[in-house]
């Protein structure tokens, strides 16, 4: 059975860090490509924050999150990390990960954990 189950979230002061955890079993993590996405309120779509290629060696980040957010991912603990600093309001959201085999339409989606930054 395929599961994403992301881990972290919580209430963090505006300035405070966060980290957030995925981890995954019942699939071949380590050939998979890993993204995080958010939803930023209900009704909305979710939007991409950041990728990490299979191998972890090349990363992408939207806009909002280049030089605040770091995500990474440690092949042997089937695990995918975001790490967010300098957390701001608008950054509250719920975070999902997503898993894609680029391969043949198989991809995969976690239930989310939400964020919220406020004083």
């Known amino acids: 059975q395929v599961q994403l189950v992301e881990s972290g979230g919580g209430l963090v002061q505006p300035g405070g860090s966060l980290t957030l955890s995925c981890t995954a079993s019942?699939?071949?993590?380590?050939?998979?490509?890993m993204s995080w996405y958010r939803r930023q309120a209900p009704g909305k779509g979710r939007v991409l924050v950041a990728v990490i290629t299979s191998t972890g060696r090349t990363t992408r980040y939207a806009e909002s999150a280049k030089g605040r957010f770091t995500i990474s991912r440690d092949n042997a603990k089937n695990t995918m990390y975001l790490h967010m600093n300098s957390l701001k309001p608008e950054d509250t959201a719920m975070y999902y990960c997503?898993?894609?085999?680029?391969?043949?339409?198989?991809?995969?989606w976690g239930q989310g954990t939400q964020v919220t930054v406020a004083s």
């Open positions: 997503y898993a894609d085999s680029l391969r043949g339409g198989k991809v995969y």
């Open positions: 019942g699939f071949n993590f380590s050939i998979y490509e």
